[in-house]
C-alpha cells in the first residue's frame, strides 16, 4: 500500500470520478427500476424517474453498508490498490457503461465496476494473486444465480397471482395490480439504490485506504461519501436511461400492469436478500430474470429468447471488457497522475 503519497488534488479528483459513476450507474441501471412501470403506464416517464430516484435515495436508511465492505475489502487485497488502480477501475468502468448505453444494451454497471477493479490490479501486479477468491468468486457465482433467482420468483408469482384472480376479470385484476405495482417499483429501486450506491462507497472506502485516511474499519468511512453516493445514484436514475427502458419494458417480453408488478416484486426480493447478505449483485440480471420468468409462465413464446441471449452475451462480455479497458487506463493514469 502506498499511504501517504497521494496529493489532495489527485484523491479529489478520483473521488470525483467515482461520483461520476455512481451517477451513469444511476442513469444506465435506473432503466430496471421504471422500466415496468412506464411500459405498462402506471406513471408517466418523469413521474416514473422522479418516483424511482427518491427510493434510491431512501435505501440508504434501509440497508447496512455489507456490500460496500465486499467491494471495499473483498474483491481484491487492498495492499495492491493505489490511486493508480483506483483511476484505471473507475475508467474501465465507465466508458463500458457509455459505449452500452449508447447502444441501448442493458448490461451490469456492477459488474463493469468489479471488471474495472480486477484488471487494473492484476496488470499492476502482473498476475491473479492480488484477487480475494471469497468475494470475486462470489460475485462471478451471483452471475448465474441473481437472473435465475429472480426467474424463478418472478414466474413464481406471477402464477400465484394468476391463482389469486382466478375469479376476477382481467379488468378488475389490472385495476388491483395497477396500485400493487407502485409498491413493487418502490421496492425494487429501494434494492437497487442499496446494492449499487454500496459499490461506489467501497471503491471510495477502498481510495481512502489506499491514501491512508481510513481503515478497513467501517468506522472510519465519513459519513458525507454514503450521503453522496447514495445522491448520486439517485440524481442519475432521475435524469434517466431511456434508450435502456424500451429494452427492458418491451423487447423481451409484452408487459400489463399484473406481469410488470410480479417481474419488479420478484427482482426486489431477490436484490433485498442479496443487499442483507452482502452480495454485490447486477440489478440488470436480477430484473432480466425476473422478466423473462414473468413471460415464461404465462407463455414460453411470449419471451423474445434472441433479445435475451444478445442480453446474456452482454454480461459475459462485461467483467472481461471492463477489465481490459481497466488495464489500458491503469498505463495512462501513470502518464498524469
Known amino acids: 500500500m502506498e499511504g501517504l503519497t497521494i496529493s489532495f ?3 479529489a479528483l478520483l473521488v470525483a470520478v467515482a461520483i461520476a459513476f455512481d451517477f451513469m450507474n444511476g442513469f444506465h441501471d435506473g432503466a430496471n427500476s421504471i422500466s415496468t412501470i412506464v411500459a405498462t403506464g402506471a406513471l408517466t416517464p418523469k413521474q416514473a424517474v422522479l418516483f424511482a430516484g427518491f427510493f434510491n435515495f431512501a435505501a440508504l436508511w434501509v440497508f447496512q453498508l455489507k456490500v460496500a465492505a465486499t467491494i471495499g475489502k473483498g474483491t481484491v487485497d487492498p495492499a495492491f490498490v493505489d490511486h493508480y488502480v483506483i483511476f484505471g477501475a473507475l475508467s ?9 448505453w449508447i447502444y441501448g444494451i442493458p448490461s451490469s454497471s456492477s459488474h463493469a ?20 477468491w471469497g468475494g470475486f468468486g ?3 457465482i451471483f452471475i448465474v444465480i441473481s437472473p435465475f433467482v429472480g426467474f424463478m420468483l418472478g414466474g413464481l408469482l406471477m402464477v400465484l397471482a394468476a391463482w389469486a384472480f382466478r375469479n376476477r376479470s382481467p379488468q378488475q385484476a389490472s385495476k388491483w395490480f395497477k396500485n400493487a405495482q407502485l409498491l413493487a417499483a418502490a421496492a425494487y429501486s429501494i434494492g437497487h439504490g442499496g ?3 454500496q459499490k461506489t462507497i467501497g471503491i471510495i472506502w477502498l481510495l481512502l485506504i489506499s491514501a491512508g485516511v481510513a481503515t478497513t474499519d467501517v468506522a472510519t468511512l465519513p459519513n458525507w ?3 453522496v453516493c447514495y445522491s448520486a445514484i439517485a440524481w442519475g436514475t432521475y435524469m434517466g436511461g431511456w434508450r435502456i427502458v424500451k429494452t427492458m419494458g418491451s423487447k423481451i417480453t409484452k408487459l400489463n400492469s399484473v406481469s410488470g408488478s410480479c417481474a419488479s416484486m420478484g427482482g426486489a426480493i431477490s436484490l433485498a436478500l442479496a443487499t442483507w447478505g452482502g452480495i454485490p449483485v447486477s440489478t ?3 430484473i432480466t430474470g425476473a422478466i423473462v420468468g414473468v413471460g415464461t409462465a404465462q407463455d414460453v413464446k411470449a419471451v423474445r429468447w434472441a433479445v435475451t441471449f444478445n442480453l446474456v452475451i ?3 462480455l462485461t467483467i472481461p471488457a471492463s477489465g481490459l479497458i481497466a488495464a489500458c487506463f491503469w498505463y495512462i493514469g501513470h502518464g498524469f497522475l
Open 9 to 11: 488534488w489527485v484523491l
Open 92 to 100: 474501465g468502468a465507465l466508458i463500458w457503461n457509455i459505449i452500452t
Open 113 to 132: 465496476l468489479v471488471g474495472g477493479l480486477v484488471g487494473a490490479t492484476m496488470i499492476k501486479a502482473g498476475s491473479a494473486a492480488p484477487l480475494l
Open 138 to 140: 462470489k460475485i462471478l
Open 195 to 197: 446494492n449499487d450506491a
Open 225 to 227: 461519501v454514503i450521503i
Open 284 to 286: 440488470t440480471h436480477t
Open 314 to 316: 452482454a454480461w459475459v
